[in-house]
């Protein structure tokens, strides 16, 4: 079993969409989660990261962690064009440790 | 700009040649990770430097893969006798010292590798 696991999609919604984007973990003892936005041929780029369980908002963006069902989300509101991408969640034990990354979502937002 | 920097961004050789791929973290950063990625898979976890000393190798960096990070600022990292399953796009990512607010790791683009 993957220590992550992200469903690869593809997802193709409509501009204004509100997106969910969603992973789910095994080890119980990760506590720092990110979530990645990746477009073709470039390196990964932070959005969200946030410790432990709870919410965190930044603008359209909103990511959950859920540990008691090893479950984190990541939501986009108002979903644009420019949003398409490969999203991939990520998470570790420590700050000092290795993260270990989903497969990545593919989205599509259709004008 | 003083996000993290990767040279080359593409690389094409032949099996059997050794490469060298250089990464510049983020000058404050004290950790430097490195990761492969293939088509369709997240980044995998390579190995990581606090500072000079490389503290964390995975089980993918076989003998042929070295990494270092001198005076614990550029790394750098070769593959010796390349084989057309280490093509994949290595990533290098930097983090700063750690602690309740900023912790989680910047990338750079990249470098592309190509073994024929």
């Known amino acids: 079993q993957k220590e992550v696991e992200q469903d690869p999609g593809p997802l193709s919604v409509p501009e204004g969409a509100i997106v969910s984007l969603n992973c789910t973990y095994s080890?119980?003892?990760?506590?720092?989660f990110m979530w990645y936005r990746q477009y073709s041929r470039k390196g990964p780029e932070l959005l969200m990261y946030t410790y432990s369980s709870g919410n965190k908002e930044d603008g359209r963006f909103t990511a959950q962690v859920d540990k008691s069902s090893k479950y984190i989300s990541l939501f986009i509101r108002d979903s644009q064009p420019s949003d398409s991408a490969t999203y991939l969640c990520a998470m570790s034990v420590n700050t000092g440790n290795q993260f270990y990354f989903g497969t990545g979502t593919s989205l599509t937002v259709i004008p | 700009d003083t996000g993290v920097s990767q040279d080359p961004r593409h690389k094409i050789t032949k099996r059997g040649q050794n490469v060298t791929f250089r990464c510049d973290p983020i000058?404050?950063?004290?950790?430097l990770y490195w990761y492969r990625q293939t088509l369709g898979q997240g980044p995998e976890f390579l190995t990581y430097?606090?500072?000079?000393?490389?503290?964390?190798k995975s089980r993918l960096l076989s003998d042929r893969f070295s990494a270092e990070r001198p005076k614990g600022s550029f790394s750098t990292l070769e593959i010796q006798r390349t084989e057309q399953g280490d093509s994949a796009m290595y990533l290098c990512a930097s983090s700063p010292r750690g602690g309740d607010t900023d912790w989680t790791q910047y990338f750079g683009p990249g470098t592309r590798l190509l073994v024929l």
């Open positions: 000058s404050e950063h004290n950790r």
């Open positions: 430097f606090q500072n000079e000393a490389q503290l964390e």
């Open positions: 080890n119980s003892a990760f506590q720092y």
